[in-house]
């Protein structure tokens, strides 16, 4: 379950230790997502700026995924909270073994007093910054549309911005927002 580098590597894995040592197995392995197209975070979650190195990875994706014992399904949620498409105990009935690879899709708050209040109010985590500019469609709303009331009291004109971090994602945050829109738009995918 996951289509991103863990899935990927672990489908890949599975194909090198089992299958080039058990001739005999009928070895097949079916990927799993909840997004249509397969990749991951590799897809939706680095900036566009990064082409080369997420290219070498999303070929990974294409090599393994196109091998004769490998399937892809996208548009699969397992269910969690009533909602889905499939259940662990149903997948478990139908396969030998079932891996969990969904990576870590979920915005990362930090616990800081006040956070919630903000949140849809100008604050918003870089996991929801990235999915918006890399088109992630299970990206439910556009980090930037505020209420209608904020939206009212103070049209949209960002011209600063604060980046708390300083760690990869925060770096590339920071240098797609400081990318003159063009220069965007002629090198990237950018959405």
Request: net charge negative.
């Amino acid at each position: 379950v996951g289509s991103g580098p863990a899935g990927i590597y672990s489908a890949q894995n599975l194909l090198k230790k089992i299958g080039a040592t058990r001739d005999d197995l009928d070895l097949s392995i079916d990927v799993l997502d909840r997004r249509p197209t397969p990749g991951g975070l590799a897809r939706y979650g680095v900036a566009p700026d990064h082409a080369p190195s997420v290219s070498a990875v999303l070929d990974t994706v294409d090599t393994i995924l196109s091998e004769k014992r490998v399937r892809f399904f996208g548009n699969v949620q397992v269910k969690m909270n009533g909602e889905g498409s499939i259940g662990l105990h149903e997948l478990r009935s139908m396969y030998d073994a079932v891996i969990l690879a969904h990576g870590a899709d979920k915005p990362n708050w930090l616990g800081i007093k006040g956070e919630g209040d903000l949140k849809g109010k100008g604050v918003m985590t870089a996991r929801d910054l990235v999915a918006f500019y890399c088109g992630d469609p299970m990206m439910k709303q556009n980090p930037f549309e505020f209420s209608a009331a904020a939206a009212a009291a103070a049209p949209m004109k960002i011209r600063d911005v604060a980046v708390v971090g300083a760690g990869n994602v925060a770096l590339d945050v920071a240098r797609m927002l400081l990318s003159p829109p063009d220069l965007l738009r002629l090198e990237t995918d950018t959405a």
